[in-house]
């Protein structure tokens, strides 16, 4: 049980935007080429060095394309000497290989984690601008099991796939993963508004959801979209009207959707942690509002101490009907979606169908 003021659950460490996708949502809006003021290889070993002071939270390796990195086994056997978890998220494309799998394997990753956006290759391919692409995901996830790696499948819900979540959640269960990450869409990079589903349509996922959780193989979490654990209470709780519930401990134990989960809600700056490309220290990559950079900054002492990180923990700073909401301890509302539509890292979210009481 982390105390998420001194420690975040997950770092998500952005190597490079480098990417040879062209995503419609991407957060990064990646680049062709590196960007030469990429933190070094040896700025990476001093931050993870770093990272050691918050003990052993979970490392995801993004980007861009990770594997645009060419250090990147480096960076990885770096984390496993140092006992930190470590996970990749590498872009479906061919310079990610069944020897580039087996290379990381040996390098200490824990797991990778690739992403299907849509049922069938036409939709996903759409999505992420190249054609192939889909497959190349497919390839893998194959790869992946065949070097005994656990495989995470993270999906974006957007307008154009919500209504295929059942398609999907085949698709992904046909995978075999540890874990589900659905993502629901920020506004944020290349992602717009108009590319968000309702809050309506976004409360019928998160049923599906959290049914799914009770007889899936596979753990499943939301990104983006903290009210899942309020729907999870309301649907699965013993006592769904009881703030106490806030934990995972309050639901089903049944219910998939704890193995591989923080004990309390992650949220942006609240157990969550952004390093990006050039060192800048976010308190999530779809809030991109900087505290500070590693190349001259305590990232320690940032997230601990920096008025920013601060203020998005402590949820009597909630406005608008997250802030009177009696789960705004379990939930708090996506701070960067509040941030990409209001300017305010502060308002509601309003991709929460749930209307508190006045």
């Known amino acids: 049980m982390l105390d998420f003021d001194r420690s975040p659950f997950l770092i998500l460490w952005e190597l490079t935007r480098a990417c040879e996708l062209a995503c419609k949502h991407c957060r990064a809006s990646a680049i062709e080429r590196r960007n030469p003021l990429e933190l070094t290889t040896e700025q990476c070993v001093l931050l993870l060095e770093e990272f050691k002071e918050f003990g052993k939270p979970l490392i995801v390796l993004t ?3 990770p594997a645009q990195r060419p250090d990147l086994y480096e960076i990885v ?3 496993r ?3 930190l978890p470590v996970a990749v998220t590498p872009s479906a494309t061919p310079l990610v290989t069944a020897e580039y799998i087996e290379r990381l394997k040996h390098a200490g990753v ?3 984690a690739i992403s ?3 049922p069938d290759a036409s939709s996903h391919d759409s999505f992420r601008g190249v054609r192939g692409s889909f497959a190349w995901s497919r390839n893998i996830v194959r790869w992946t099991h065949e070097n005994g790696l656990p495989v995470q499948i993270n999906t974006t819900m957007w307008k154009e796939n919500f209504y295929r979540f059942d398609e999907m959640a085949e698709l992904v269960a046909s995978c075999d993963p540890v874990l589900w990450s659905v993502f629901f869409l920020v506004p944020t990079g290349r992602a717009t508004q108009d590319m968000q589903i309702t809050a309506d349509e976004a409360e019928q996922v998160l049923m599906k959801m959290a049914d799914l959780s009770l007889t899936s193989k596979f753990d499943i979490k939301s990104t983006a979209a903290p009210h899942f654990r309020r729907v999870l209470i309301q649907r699965h709780s013993k006592q769904p009207d009881d703030a106490r519930s806030a934990t995972l ?7 998939r959707v704890g193995a591989l989960r923080s004990y309390q809600s992650v949220n942006d700056g609240k157990g969550l942690l952004f390093i990006s490309h050039v060192g800048d220290i976010y308190p999530s990559g779809f809030l991109p509002v900087t505290a500070g950079n590693v190349k001259q900054d305590s990232v320690v002492t940032i997230y601990r101490e920096s008025p920013l990180f601060q203020e998005l923990r402590n949820p009597s700073n909630l ?3 997250c802030g ?3 789960f705004r301890v379990v939930c708090g509302g996506s701070r960067a979606r509040a941030y990409g539509e209001s300017g305010s890292w502060l308002a509601q979210d309003n991709l929460c169908a749930y209307m508190p009481p006045d």
């Open 63 to 65: 980007g861009g394309n």
């Open 77 to 79: 056997e770096e984390a």
């Open 81 to 83: 000497t140092r006992g």
């Open 110 to 112: 824990s797991r990778i």
């Open 116 to 118: 299907l956006d849509g």
């Open 249 to 255: 401990g309050g639901l089903r134990s049944a219910a």
């Open 319 to 321: 406005e608008g009907k």
């Open 324 to 326: 009177r909401c009696k």
